[in-house]
């Protein structure tokens, strides 16, 4: 039984390789280690280089960091486009109305955002959505950059709408599950709404859950829910949602 974690800040572990073999006693093999600012996209990258049998890297710039950061844009953005030949995925990146809470903010963030899209689809990458607040405005970007490039999309934590949940089974956007499905009924009903071949499974790491330790090797209980909620074998979860990762980079499942 292989599983994936496809959204985790990995570079903040101080002892990588020990939550990797953590994580490996889980059956999780496989982690997507997103960036959000200049510093942690070269650590990811560096992650990845050192470890490409079980790192999957995710160069972005978070919308968050974007708007206190406006200065150092420019540079920011020419240095993820001149290394993202070596990522897997772009991201994470987004739109985050928590914290543009104006108008020139929120067009800061989309403009940010779309020059991010516009590399994904220059190298042929699948992006990882962040949704804060903008879970529309984000979902139509997402479908727009799938129907223009070919590319897949992800939305990240993507589960407080049945009815936006329905648009991406319709769409074909992929939508990732986190550990805050283990214990909130509302999280649980809109999971279960997620396209089987769309689902993705996710700890967005080391964020503690209702101050709970959070780790990659978190995603087994995220796939053991499901598969209870499913009325599925754990391993026919693991499969599924190992496949769609796969599908979602859009190669072959080693």
């Given at each position: 039984?292989?599983?994936?974690?496809?959204?985790?800040?990995?570079?903040?572990?101080?002892?990588i390789d020990s939550v990797l073999n953590q994580a490996k006693t889980c059956s999780v093999e496989h982690v997507?280690?997103?960036?959000?600012?200049?510093?942690?996209?070269?650590?990811?990258?560096?992650?990845?280089?050192?470890?490409?049998?079980?790192?999957?890297?995710?160069?972005?710039?978070?919308?968050?960091?974007?708007?206190?950061?406006?200065?150092?844009?420019?540079?920011?953005?020419?240095?993820?486009?001149?290394?993202?030949?070596?990522?897997?995925?772009?991201?994470?990146?987004?739109?985050?109305?928590?914290?543009?809470?104006?108008?020139?903010?929120?067009?800061?963030?989309?403009?940010?955002?779309?020059?991010?899209?516009?590399?994904?689809?220059?190298?042929?990458?699948?992006?990882?959505?962040?949704?804060?607040?903008?879970?529309?405005?984000?979902?139509?970007?997402?479908?727009?950059?799938?129907?223009?490039?070919?590319?897949?999309?992800?939305?990240?934590?993507?589960?407080?709408?049945?009815?936006?949940?329905?648009?991406?089974?319709?769409?074909?956007?992929?939508v990732s599950v986190g550990p805050t499905v283990l214990n909130d009924e509302t999280v649980q009903q809109v999971a279960?709404?997620?396209?089987?071949?769309?689902?993705?499974?996710?700890?967005?790491?080391?964020?503690?859950?209702?101050?709970?330790?959070?780790?990659?090797?978190?995603?087994?209980?995220?796939?053991?829910?499901?598969?209870?909620?499913?009325?599925?074998?754990?391993?026919?979860?693991?499969?599924?949602?190992?496949?769609?990762?796969?599908?979602?980079?859009?190669?072959?499942?080693?």
């Open positions: 039984m292989i599983l994936v974690d496809t959204h985790c800040h990995l570079e903040t572990f101080a002892d997507v280690a997103v960036s959000q600012d200049p510093s942690s996209m070269r650590s990811v990258l560096d992650i990845g280089i050192e470890r490409p049998n079980s790192v999957w890297v995710g160069l972005g710039l978070h919308p968050a960091w974007v708007l206190h950061n406006e200065n150092s844009l420019d540079s920011a953005l020419d240095w993820m486009e001149r290394h993202s030949s070596r990522a897997d995925v772009i991201g994470e990146i987004g739109l985050d109305f928590k914290y543009a809470d104006d108008r020139r903010q929120q067009s800061l963030q989309r403009r940010v955002l779309e020059i991010q899209l516009d590399i994904a689809g220059k190298i042929r990458k699948p992006i990882n959505l962040h949704s804060r607040r903008s879970q529309r405005q984000t979902l139509q970007l997402a479908i727009d950059f799938k129907r223009r490039t070919g590319l897949n999309a992800q939305m990240h934590w993507f589960t407080e709408s049945k009815k936006l949940v329905r648009i991406c089974n319709d769409e074909g956007i992929f279960l709404e997620i396209d089987r071949s769309l689902l993705l499974l996710e700890t967005d790491s080391p964020v503690p859950i209702d101050g709970i330790e959070n780790f990659p090797g978190c995603v087994r209980q995220v796939a053991q829910t499901m598969a209870k909620l499913s009325g599925s074998e754990l391993e026919d979860v693991a499969a599924q949602t190992t496949g769609n990762f796969f599908r979602f980079l859009g190669i072959d499942q080693p």
